[in-house]
């Protein structure tokens, strides 16, 4: 006769390997998205589109085709776009997605605002050679900076650093190391660990990642004039980052709040937008006077 103890040691058992095998199975299917995510963590991080959708010349601006090249000796495309009564130049560093041919709202308010603007695409991004990655898009940034400098005769302190979203980390980057008139971070994020923990907090991501685009850190080092944008409304990066970015950043610095989603807030906040950008702009080369 089976004794009541050892009875209910074989349910307890009954019971008990169906748990082992969830764990097992649940284990082994974060280890296999961890080791993709680890060697495929670039495609979460750009999105480069390669086709031009069209140029500055199609809404009405006047624009010379730039190329230079890299200190690695990656060649680079990019457009300057003149203004009128020009007041300095705006040093365009964009997001992850598309290539500079999606960012004309942007050009047409910069014009408005008084400013020759310098956009130009990442390597692997519309007509740059090469293929991104962190060190390459700082080396880019960099380059854009020699061409201004070098090429155009432009002096530093009319020079503002333009980044929105990644461009934001590159521009923070480029900043700390070559100080410009002012610096404007636009829905940018402290840096891609704190945005990638968020997202997937069962994975250890901080150890995972190969990115860090370190916003903060770079920021903290910047001595020039900062304003920080953020939305609410950001539905990509929470806007207690655009904060906490305000807070390391060293005076003299200025938050603009405005609404709207993450891609379309510059659109949607419309007048505030540009009032707020122009106060800071005026601030800028004024102090240069």
Same mark, same amino acid.
């Given at each position: 006769?089976?004794?009541?103890?050892?009875?209910?040691?074989?349910?307890? @058992?009954?019971?008990?390997?169906? $748990?082992?095998?969830?764990?097992?199975?649940?284990?082994?299917?974060?280890?296999?998205?961890?080791?993709?995510?680890?060697?495929?963590?670039?495609?979460?991080?750009?999105?480069? *589109?390669?086709?031009?959708? $069209?140029?500055?010349?199609?809404?009405?601006?006047?624009?010379?085709?730039?190329?230079?090249?890299?200190?690695? @000796? =990656?060649?680079?495309?990019?457009?300057? =776009?003149?203004?009128?009564?020009?007041?300095?130049?705006?040093?365009?560093?964009?997001?992850?997605?598309?290539?500079? /041919?999606?960012?004309?709202?942007?050009?047409?308010?910069?014009?408005?605002?008084?400013?020759? *603007?310098?956009?130009?695409?990442?390597?692997?991004? $519309?007509?740059?050679?090469?293929?991104?990655?962190?060190?390459?898009?700082?080396?880019?940034?960099?380059?854009?900076?020699?061409?201004?400098?070098?090429?155009?005769?432009? !002096?530093?302190?009319?020079?503002?650093?333009?980044?929105?979203?990644?461009?934001?980390?590159?521009?923070?980057?480029?900043?700390?190391?070559?100080?410009?008139?002012?610096?404007?971070?636009?829905?940018?994020?402290?840096? *891609?660990?704190?945005?990638?923990?968020?997202?997937?907090?069962?994975?250890?991501?901080?150890?995972?990642?190969?990115?860090?685009?370190?916003?903060?850190?770079?920021?903290? @080092? *910047?001595?020039?004039?900062?304003?920080?944008?953020? /939305?609410? !409304? !950001?539905?990509?990066?929470?806007?207690?980052?655009?904060?906490?970015?305000?807070?390391?950043? @060293?005076?003299? %610095?200025?938050?603009?709040?405005?609404?709207?989603?993450?891609?379309?807030?510059?659109?949607?906040?419309? %007048?505030?937008?540009?009032?707020?950008?122009?106060?800071?702009?005026?601030?800028?080369?004024? /102090?240069? !006077?």
């Amino acid at each position: 006769m089976r004794s009541p103890v050892g009875e209910s040691v074989v349910k307890a @058992k009954g019971l008990f390997m169906p $748990g082992i095998w969830i764990v097992i199975i649940i284990a082994g299917a974060s280890i296999i998205f961890a080791g993709f995510f680890f060697i495929f963590q670039s495609r979460y991080i750009y999105y480069p *589109v390669r086709e031009l959708a $069209g140029d500055p010349g199609s809404i009405g601006l006047q624009f010379e085709n730039v190329s230079f090249e890299t200190t690695d @000796k =990656v060649r680079l495309s990019g457009w300057f =776009v003149p203004g009128e009564d020009t007041r300095g130049v705006l040093l365009f560093c964009h997001g992850n997605g598309g290539n500079i /041919s999606h960012r004309m709202e942007s050009l047409q308010i910069f014009h408005r605002l008084g400013l020759d *603007v310098f956009i130009f695409d990442y390597r692997g991004y $519309g007509q740059s050679e090469g293929k991104p990655s962190e060190r390459g898009t700082y080396n880019d940034a960099a380059a854009a900076w020699r061409y201004l400098i070098e090429e155009r005769q432009v !002096d530093p302190g009319e020079i503002i650093i333009f980044g929105r979203s990644l461009g934001g980390a590159i521009a923070s980057w480029l900043a700390q190391s070559y100080p410009p008139g002012g610096l404007i971070l636009e829905s940018t994020f402290t840096s *891609v660990p704190d945005v990638v923990a968020k997202q997937y907090p069962y994975l250890p991501v901080r150890l995972l990642l190969r990115f860090r685009y370190n916003t903060a850190e770079h920021l903290g @080092k *910047v001595n020039s004039p900062v304003l920080i944008i953020h /939305s609410r !409304d !950001d539905e990509v990066l929470p806007f207690n980052q655009g904060k906490r970015l305000f807070e390391i950043a @060293k005076e003299p %610095k200025e938050f603009l709040e405005i609404t709207g989603a993450h891609n379309e807030g510059f659109i949607t906040s419309g %007048k505030r937008y540009e009032e707020g950008l122009n106060t800071f702009i005026s601030e800028c080369f004024e /102090s240069k !006077d």
